[in-house]
């Protein structure tokens, strides 16, 4: 059981450049998340999806872009780099809310070193 | 709108005495989910414990509870008998209810320093 999976581990962009970064659960959770954590800061929630086909807008979705086809499958797409994306970036999973319970905690991957210089 | 507010961005504690983490949040929603996070110099994330809005009693997970007072709006995060590898940035985070989508937010952290 792989849990949640995130590719690559670093990469470093020129100012511009776009890329994708992968994230892959495999524990058929409905939700799953992307936050950026800037040095010595909390989380950011960037984007979330529900569910395969839906995905909403977090705290700070500006110069981001998402996609869920698959429950899977959630990447995260940075269309022109700047020097303010550089960032840990995190993605995370959870089960849906079940009977009105809320107590089901967030599933991690081991996050994404990205540098734009 | 609904927010995490942690107020300490660093605390001391000597080992083996006990901490205590604050954590206050805000919501519209009725029913939300508190959660404490543990994250250590390799950067993984770890859950701590959690506490439910309707809980009548605090969550207690080992050498950590939770001091929820609702109507104060505080989730604090109590360690006991603290050790050296409690050394870490720790995070209180809420799962938000039907209002705020159902989606966790996350506080900024605190950043704790056992001392030997």
């Known amino acids: 059981n792989a849990g949640v999976t995130q590719t690559p581990k670093f990469r470093i962009l020129k100012i511009g450049q776009s890329m994708t970064l992968q994230c892959a659960q495999d524990?058929?959770?409905?939700?799953m998340y992307w936050y950026r954590q800037d040095p010595g800061m909390g989380l950011k929630l960037i984007y979330y999806?529900?569910?395969?086909?839906?995905?909403d807008k977090g705290e700070v979705p500006n110069g981001y872009n998402v996609s869920r086809s698959t429950t899977e499958d959630f990447p995260l797409r940075l269309e022109l780099a700047a020097p303010s994306q550089t960032s840990v970036y995190f993605c995370?999973?959870?089960?849906?809310?079940?009977?009105?319970?809320?107590?089901?905690?967030?599933?991690f991957g081991s996050g994404t070193q990205l540098s734009v210089l | 709108a609904q927010k995490i507010t942690q107020t300490q961005p660093g605390m001391f504690v000597q080992e083996k005495e006990a901490v205590t983490l604050d954590c206050t949040y805000d919501?519209?929603?009725?029913?939300?989910?508190l959660f404490w996070y543990k994250q250590p110099s390799s950067g993984e994330m770890i859950f701590l414990i959690y506490?439910?809005?309707?809980?009548?009693q605090n969550a207690t997970e080992g050498r950590y509870s939770l001091n929820f007072q609702k109507a104060r709006k505080s989730a604090n995060l109590v360690i006991s008998a603290s050790q050296l590898g409690d050394s870490a940035m720790y995070f209180c985070?809420?799962?938000?209810?039907?209002?705020?989508?159902?989606?966790?937010?996350f506080g900024a952290g605190t950043r704790l320093f056992v001392k030997a």
């Open positions: 985070a809420m799962r938000e209810g039907n209002t705020g989508g159902f989606k966790t937010i």
């Open positions: 995370a999973s959870s089960p849906s809310p079940g009977q009105g319970k809320l107590d089901e905690k967030l599933f």
């Open positions: 999806s529900v569910g395969a086909g839906i995905t």
């Open positions: 506490q439910g809005s309707y809980d009548e």
């Open positions: 919501t519209s929603d009725q029913s939300y989910g």
């Open positions: 524990m058929n959770h409905n939700y």
